[in-house]
C-alpha cells in the first residue's frame, strides 16, 4: 500500500462537505497549514472541526472560519483568534468549549476505542449542562465522550514512507493523540525519509495510524506572540 502522495490537494481530495476533521497542533506549532489550505481550496462546508485553540487571526483554521467552511468548532482556546471570537458571539458558528485537559483526553479515549470516561473537571459549571453525573468514592465525576473525526489533519517534523511520525517538542501537543483518533489519518512531515532511516525508540505515531502522508512544501516556522526582552 503506497502512503505517499504529492501534496496536501491530493491527500485531502476526498474529504467531503459535513466532514468531522481533527486538526493538529497548539498555537501556530504543529499545525498542518498545508492542509488547511486544500480543505480551504476544496470549498467543502458544514465541517466540524476538533482543534484546541483554531489557530490565530491570521493564520491557521481562520481561513476556513471566514470562508464559512466551519460549521461547528469543538475547542478549548478562542483568546487569539479574532474571527472565532466573533462568530461565536455572533451566534454563526456553533462552539462547544472543552476543557483543555478533556479535550486532550476525549481525543486520546477515541484514539484508544474508549467510548466514554468519567472527569471531576466541569463539575458544577456550565460544562456539565445535560452530561451524566455520577458519584465514585463520595465525589462527583461528569461524563465525557471520546472523540474521533473522520478525518485527522496532522503535521510532523519527520515520518518515513510508511507513515511513522516524530513529532518535535511543543508539536506533540495534540498531534499524536489526533493521529490515532481520525478514521483517515493524514500527515503533513517536514522531512520525508526512507523505511528504516527513523530510530524505531524515536517514534511517537507507528504507521499503522497513518494513511496517508506528504512531504510539505513550505518551510516557514510561524510564531504566534514575539516576546523580546527589554534592552
Known amino acids: ?3 505517499v502522495f504529492p501534496d496536501a490537494r491530493a491527500a485531502c481530495a476526498d474529504i467531503p462537505s459535513g466532514a468531522t476533521i481533527l486538526v493538529g497542533g497548539f ?27 483554531a489557530g490565530t487571526t491570521n493564520h491557521g483554521l481562520v481561513h476556513l472560519l471566514k470562508n464559512g467552511q466551519v460549521k461547528k468548532m469543538m475547542s478549548s482556546y478562542v483568546g487569539e483568534n479574532e474571527v472565532f471570537e466573533q462568530q461565536m458571539l455572533a451566534g454563526t458558528l456553533e462552539v462547544e468549549l472543552i476543557p483543555q ?9 477515541g484514539g484508544a476505542g474508549i467510548p466514554a470516561f468519567f472527569t471531576p473537571t466541569g463539575v458544577g459549571t456550565l460544562v456539565a ?4 453525573v455520577r458519584e465514585f468514592d463520595g465525589r462527583r465525576y461528569l461524563m465525557e465522550r471520546g472523540i474521533v ?15 511513522n511520525l516524530v513529532f518535535r517538542k511543543t508539536s506533540r501537543n ?35 495510524f497513518v494513511q ?3 512531504l510539505r512544501k513550505s518551510t516557514e516556522k510561524l510564531i504566534e506572540r514575539r516576546t523580546v526582552r527589554p534592552r
Not at 485537559?101 to 479515549?109: D, Q, V
Not at 473525526?149 to 507513515?163: H, I, N, S, T
Request: glycine residues 12%.
Open 212 to 214: 496517508r502522508i506528504f
Open 27 to 53: 498555537g501556530l506549532c504543529g499545525v498542518p497549514e498545508e492542509c488547511i489550505a486544500a480543505v480551504r481550496d476544496l470549498g467543502v462546508t458544514g465541517l466540524t472541526v476538533v482543534s484546541n485553540n
Open 129 to 132: 449542562e445535560g452530561k451524566e
Open 174 to 208: 495534540f498531534n499524536p493523540m489526533m493521529a490515532t483518533a481520525g478514521r483517515v489519518t493524514i500527515a503533513e512531515v517536514e522531512q520525508l525519509v526512507e523505511p528504516g532511516e527513523i530510530d524505531p525508540d524515536l517514534v511517537h505515531t507507528p504507521a499503522i
Open 1 to 3: 500500500m503506497n502512503k
Open 101 to 109: 485537559g478533556t479535550l486532550a483526553e476525549r481525543i486520546r479515549a
Open 149 to 163: 473525526g473522520d478525518f485527522a489533519l496532522v503535521r510532523a517534523y519527520q515520518g518515513d514512507k510508511l507513515g
